[in-house]
Structure formats: structure tokens, C-alpha cells
């Protein structure tokens, strides 16, 4: 079992910045990738960006490239998601999640362990 904890959701002007983070316990040697999903009221979950545990490979969508940056710190078990430039539609409940899988997963059907969510708000 993996056990995931958001925090540093917040509330933030548009153009502004925000950091989460998402703190991991349990059995990582069983985890490839970490990832970050949002779902804003009314839509299905979306994927953000995913990160490989070892070796730091990244990958991200078309609509936060450029502006965010996952990245992980392996002696914390954390990983982050550093967002700049935010924008009114970047609101949503942002999800960390952890998988098995041995490839870069980009739905969120391919991830085992997901986090409660922290709510980030941009306003206009």
C-alpha cells in the first residue's frame, strides 16, 4: 500500500504562483511514476504531468507546458508541482496519484493510489 497527502492548495490571483506538494509513505519500490490530476466542477479528471520515480522522466499536457514543473525528491518520498502563470481555468481539486505500471501513464486509469485532493482557486 501507498499512502498520498496533498497540501498547498490555496487560493491565488490570476498570473500568480502556487506549489503543491504530495507527500508518499508505504511501499514505494513498488511505485514507476507519480502523477498530478485535476478535476474541475462539472468535468472529468484531467492529467497534468507525471514524473518517473527513479530517474526523473517528465511528461506533461499540452495546456500546462511551460507553466508547471513536476519534480520529486527522492529522500522525502515528495513530489511537487510548482505552477506559475496561473489562469482562472487552472481551478480545480488537484490530485496526486502513484503507479505501478512500467511506462509513463498519462490516464488516470492507469494509477493504483490517489490522494484525498487540495483545492486550488485562480481568480480573474
Known amino acids: 500500500q501507498v499512502h498520498l497527502v496533498e497540501s498547498g492548495g490555496g487560493l491565488v490571483q490570476a498570473g500568480g504562483s502556487l506549489r503543491l506538494s504530495c507527500a508518499a509513505s508505504?511501499?514505494?519500490?513498488?511505485?514507476?511514476?507519480m502523477g498530478w490530476f485535476r478535476q474541475a466542477p462539472g468535468k472529468e479528471r484531467q492529467f497534468v504531468a507525471a514524473?518517473?520515480?527513479?530517474?526523473?522522466?517528465?511528461y506533461y499536457a499540452d495546456s500546462v507546458k511551460g507553466r508547471f514543473t513536476i519534480s520529486r525528491d527522492n529522500a522525502k518520498n515528495t513530489v511537487y508541482l510548482q505552477m506559475n502563470s496561473l489562469k482562472p481555468e487552472d481551478t480545480a481539486v488537484y490530485y496526486c496519484?502513484?503507479?505501478?505500471?512500467?511506462?509513463?501513464?498519462?490516464?488516470?486509469?492507469?494509477?493504483?493510489?490517489w490522494g484525498q485532493g487540495t483545492q486550488v482557486t485562480v481568480s480573474s
Open positions: 496519484a502513484a503507479s505501478k505500471l512500467v511506462r509513463m501513464p498519462t490516464t488516470d486509469g492507469a494509477y493504483d493510489y
Open positions: 508505504g511501499r514505494m519500490f513498488s511505485i514507476y511514476a
Open positions: 514524473i518517473r520515480w527513479s530517474g526523473g522522466n517528465t
